[in-house]
């Protein structure tokens, strides 16, 4: 499985960022490899429109499998995400991307619509 | 001339104060109104005009020529509004994004994305006497507001630039919409309320107005509400007070019931021939 999450950091140890589309960062993590990438999302500031699909648009390209992060896309972000066989949790505001994992293993965070 | 009316806070009483003043100057010469809140537009609640016409309005998205498409993915890097996405083999149009500039379009070196036409709203052309009053009123589900305003102005250009009184009731808030309507006017009529929220949200819409450099004047509606720091504020900024409305029980019965107040109470009479002299002693 290959998981996504919306980081306000690099690392473990790096608070889930609430946001999506304006997201710093984005975490891929993926499972068989045990590797945890990121991407620098900070250009995200400056875009005054549409930064929830541009965001997503990046996520599509990666072509996860699950997406973890807080408040949730917005209707716009939402409508390419739906493009993808992608299964998203929300709600993870707060926690580490260590934290938001384990609570994904143990099936402890809200699923998105 | 050209005033419009405006205000920060919504339900300060634009479409009453707009609609009088009309009908009231059309008593003695020719007046344009237009209702530019395109997004609820009720000045037709209390026109009782005459439909002359009604006008489809249009704007230009582009859509997606697969057959064309190379797929190289400039559009979506250009689209400074992220209103072109590459998903995969796929390039998603998000129209509710597009602010119609052309430049994708125009710069798709597979000219893989010529533009369309999509409706945008209704153009509704009454008359009742001396007035000429447009109502304009954006599709249901539509986001953007201010391209509708844009190509309102234009038919009003083109269509009553004989009309040398001009009113446009301006959309609440001080966003694009309320920008798109107000900016070509020579004169704005801010209405707001003496309450906290109506102070604030004035403000908002003086700093709005200085910054387009239009000459402005304030009138204070349901005065005897709330407290008098709206005239403080008035004070030290130096701003005409035009006119002020008085809160009554009376006012509030005849506009529930569509009427109109200048006609039943002489003080609103005044009231408008004030904001009038005012706005056409600016030019």
Request: proline share 5%; glycine share 8%.
């Amino acid at each position: 499985m290959k998981i996504i999450f919306t980081s306000s950091g690099e690392g473990w140890d790096a608070k889930i960022d609430p946001r999506f589309g304006r997201t710093d960062y984005i975490l891929l993590y993926n499972e068989e490899t045990e590797e945890l990438s990121s991407i620098d999302n900070r250009e995200i500031q400056d875009v005054a429109h549409g930064a929830g699909p541009k965001t997503a648009e990046k996520i599509f390209s990666l072509g996860a499998d699950v997406l973890i992060t807080g408040n949730g896309p917005g209707g716009n972000a939402a409508a390419i995400l739906n493009k993808m066989p992608l299964k998203i949790y929300i709600k993870a505001g707060g926690m580490t991307i260590h934290e938001a994992y384990e609570a994904y293993k143990n099936n402890k965070l809200y699923e998105g619509e | 001339m050209r005033i419009a009316i405006a205000s920060g806070k919504g339900g300060t009483g634009k479409t009453t104060l707009a609609v009088n003043l009309a009908l009231f100057a059309a008593e003695t010469e020719p007046v344009l109104l237009m209702d530019l809140d395109v997004e609820e537009p009720n000045g037709s609640i209390f026109v009782e005009g005459v439909l002359q016409s009604e006008t489809a309005v249009y704007r230009e998205v582009p859509r997606w020529d697969q057959s064309a498409c190379t797929l190289c993915g400039k559009c979506s890097a250009w689209c400074a509004y992220n209103a072109l996405l590459k998903l995969g083999d796929t390039i998603l149009v998000m129209p509710n994004l597009c602010h119609s500039c052309h430049a994708c379009s125009e710069l798709c070196p597979a000219e893989a994305l010529p533009m369309k036409q999509e409706s945008l709203g209704k153009l509704s052309y009454l008359e009742c006497g001396n007035l000429r009053f447009v109502e304009s009123k954006l599709d249901i589900g539509l986001e953007q507001a201010s391209p509708l305003i844009a190509e309102s102005l234009k038919y009003a250009d083109k269509m009553f630039s004989d009309i040398g009184f001009q009113i446009i009731d301006s959309p609440p808030g001080t966003a694009c919409a309320m920008l798109s309507a107000v900016k070509t006017a020579d004169f704005v009529v801010l209405i707001s309320e003496p309450t906290p929220f109506g102070l604030h949200d004035l403000n908002l819409a003086v700093e709005t107005i200085r910054q387009l450099s239009i000459p402005f004047g304030v009138v204070v509606n349901r005065d005897g509400i709330g407290n008098d720091d709206i005239y403080k504020y008035l004070e030290q900024e130096g701003i005409v007070l035009l006119a002020g409305i008085p809160n009554q029980r009376r006012i509030a019965e005849i506009y529930s019931q569509g009427g109109l107040l200048y006609k039943a109470i002489p003080e609103f009479r005044t009231s408008l021939d004030k904001v009038l002299r005012y706005a056409k002693g600016i030019r």
